[in-house]
């Protein structure tokens, strides 16, 4: 049998099953190449029983940094940091099972910022790595995803997770995700209204379980929180300016550092002299996120799961518990920016980004995405212990291209 055939038998129910082999428990490995750090999910399924779906019933998650793209010129460097992760997948999923295990690598902001040649350099060491392994290498299983899939997946993941997308009731859950290089927002619009307002690029059918969802959804290149410091400072696509000094009033006055961030080196520091703390940086980053996105009236009053830098800077400055999250308002991190900003010195042993951080937070809720001061945002790392990522979602996606429609 072939690597497909092989593959198949895992899906079909036992009495359907060309091989007839018990085969109930199965595996999926996606990779995250994301711009500040690449990770491996091992997702595990269970077939019940023969006339049912298989289910989801665990995640192995493991992660390194930096990302690909930090290897921009050392494509084979890169793809070994691939290859220690997915060294655990070996581990991990019992060697019977490793040629029907499929696996993929999909790379978001970090590659998609970087030239073409230098992207398909990288992609193509990866590609070798999981040649030589022992899983099955589906076809295209190593690209740069699409930013509208990285929103949709994302929303797959959580609306999944939260059982919203079983049963008749469905009432589901817009998500916001904040990358290091790109930023993506997802919902369900209810109302025709936003349908006829929303320029066409930003809305997308998409079918899953058995359902068409027709969804809100955009990625915002260059807005992700990092890329979004180099815009406030002025550095963003600047990278010819050799040992130029980048200044903000959202970082502390004496501060003089350098930073590394896709391969390029940047100085930067404080306003010594000028204007510093939370009204200034405010309108510094004003500028980055004013009139660049589009703003959806119908989310203004709704709720929304926030995750990745929305999550961790909720935690940076104690606004949730790194376990638990919990439910913030738009405001409350304008609280802390205010308090971070007005107090820089105080909060010295903390990066010192975290004043611009939650300023730009701030600032694209906002000004952005246009939300209200009181929008709810359900700050959540994992449910049941699935981290809230696009991952789960392409992998259903991979499954059901496999030919399991699940
Ligand atoms: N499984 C993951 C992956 C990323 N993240 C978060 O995502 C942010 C970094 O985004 P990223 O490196 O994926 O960047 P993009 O390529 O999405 O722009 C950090 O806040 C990470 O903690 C996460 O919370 N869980
Ligand atoms: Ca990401």
Request: glycine letters at 8%.
């Amino acid at each position: 049998h072939s690597n497909r055939e092989m593959w198949f038998r895992d899906f079909f129910p036992a009495n359907m099953c060309p091989i007839n082999a018990k085969a109930d428990t199965f595996y999926g490995i996606m990779f995250d190449a994301g711009s500040t750090g690449t990770r491996i999910h091992i997702y595990t399924f269970v077939q019940k029983s023969p006339e049912n779906l298989p289910e989801l019933e665990g995640e192995i998650f493991e992660s390194v940094k930096p990302g690909l793209s930090a290897y921009a010129d050392q494509p084979e460097k890169g793809a070994e940091t691939v290859k220690r992760l997915l060294d655990m997948a070996i581990d991990a999923v019992p060697p019977h099972l490793w040629k029907t295990t499929p696996v993929v690598l999909k790379a978001t902001a970090g590659l998609r910022l970087l030239s073409e040649e230098k992207a398909q350099a990288l992609l193509l060491e990866v590609r070798e790595v999981f040649e030589e392994s022992p899983f099955l290498v589906p076809e295209d299983s190593v690209s740069i995803m699409d930013g509208s899939y990285e929103g949709i997946l994302a929303w797959i993941t959580v609306n999944f997770l939260t059982g919203q997308l079983s049963g008749q009731n469905q009432h589901t859950v817009g998500t916001l995700d904040l990358g290091g290089a790109s930023t993506q927002i997802t919902f369900l619009p209810r109302f025709e209204e936003t349908f006829k307002e929303t320029p066409g690029d930003f809305l997308t059918s998409f079918e899953m379980f058995n359902s068409t969802y027709k969804l809100y959804t955009h990625s915002y290149l260059g807005f992700g929180l990092k890329a979004a410091r180099l815009a406030t400072l002025g550095a963003l696509n600047m990278e010819a300016v050799d040992g130029q000094m980048f200044r903000s009033s959202c970082l502390p006055k004496q501060l003089e550092a350098e930073w590394h961030f896709g391969g390029v080196k940047y100085r930067y520091g404080g306003n010594k002299e000028g204007e510093t703390g939370f009204e200034p940086c405010y309108l510094e980053v004003l500028k980055v996120v004013k009139g660049k996105l589009h703003q959806p009236d119908e989310i203004r009053g709704s709720s929304f799961y926030a995750f990745s830098y929305y999550y961790d800077r909720a935690v940076d400055t104690n606004l949730i518990d790194y376990e638990q999250g919990g439910v913030l308002e738009v405001k409350d991190f304008e609280r802390k920016a205010k308090e971070v900003c007005d107090n820089m010195e105080r909060y010295n042993s903390a990066s010192p980004f975290l004043c611009m951080d939650l300023t730009y937070i701030t600032a694209l809720l906002k000004e952005g995405f246009g939300f209200r001061d009181n929008t709810l945002l359900q700050l959540t790392k994992k449910v049941n212990n699935i981290e809230t990522s696009w991952t789960l979602g392409a992998t259903f996606h991979l499954l059901q291209s496999l030919g399991l429609t699940y």
